[in-house]
């Protein structure tokens, strides 16, 4: 019976490489933590002030329903609005930064290459950034808000369309050009049935998406609910914001559950 032998080598040069990943990353984590002033005997120093904040949300203003109610609906559809001027720009844009749809030439590597640049960018610009901006040309409101979402959106969504196209069958691709169809009946026979499913649930998850990003986007004055709960925390009504929390986190959840839901559905999982 032979016995395995064991590179004792390999293996201390594989503990030392882990300790010495363990180190640094300690040493960032400590060096990090000077920067950023972490100190949580400060927030145990202040847990009074902290106690007293919680306990000043309690219990929850029911007067502002009827106000909180009408800024979620603006909440939606602004990030509704936002998420299908998204999906309309990105929908081209997947298609052009698709290796498999564009031809093998340079024009077609410049193309692909390009467009993957454009959408990269685009998502390294954040939404606050945009929102910014936007209030800036057209003024405070949701017109700006729903502007920066469907601008921002477009990075992720023309990433995750060009990434569903490109893991496609390629079968009903063959198929359809041996009997000689174009490139654009190729499109939409072969590939498009493929991947409507997957569209759409990437349109559903941006929209939740968007939907969490429109409550912040409302507090640097992009309109809906997030303009509500900053307008209220400047104004030290903590009972009003303690609704507008409550709502938020209903929003979401149930927004999130329901999304799943669809999801699961639509790609059958």
Request: aromatic fraction near 14%.
């Amino acid at each position: 019976m032979t016995k395995t032998k064991i590179n004792y080598n390999f293996l201390d040069k594989f503990l030392s490489f882990k300790y010495f990943i363990a180190a640094v990353l300690v040493g960032a984590f400590v060096w990090s933590a000077q920067a950023t002033e972490f100190d949580l005997s400060v927030l145990w120093i202040n847990r009074g002030q902290l106690w007293s904040f919680i306990t000043g949300m309690f219990p929850p203003d029911t007067a502002i329903a009827k106000q909180v109610f009408d800024e979620v609906v603006i909440t939606i559809q602004l990030a509704f609005v936002g998420t299908v001027i998204a999906t309309i720009i990105s929908l081209p844009l997947g298609f052009l930064a698709a290796s498999n749809v564009m031809p093998k030439t340079k024009m077609g590597s410049f193309i692909v290459n390009t467009t993957r640049f454009l959408l990269n960018a685009d998502r390294a610009i954040d939404a606050v950034i945009l929102a910014l901006f936007f209030a800036g040309a057209v003024g405070l409101g949701p017109f700006a808000g729903t502007l920066a979402l469907a601008i921002h959106s477009v990075g992720m969504l023309g990433k995750l369309f060009f990434e569903a196209i490109e893991s496609i069958d390629k079968g009903p691709v063959e198929a359809v050009e041996s009997a000689g169809a174009g490139k654009l009946s190729v499109i939409r026979w072969a590939m498009i049935p493929q991947v409507i499913p997957y569209f759409i649930t990437y349109f559903l998850f941006r929209f939740e998406l968007n939907i969490r990003a429109a409550v912040v986007l409302g507090v640097v004055g992009a309109g809906g609910i997030g303009f509500l709960l900053q307008s209220y925390m400047k104004l030290f009504q903590y009972q009003k914001t303690c609704t507008v929390v409550l709502v938020i986190l209903v929003l979401v959840m149930g927004l999130d559950y329901l999304s799943t839901k669809l999801r699961q559905r639509l790609i059958g999982s």
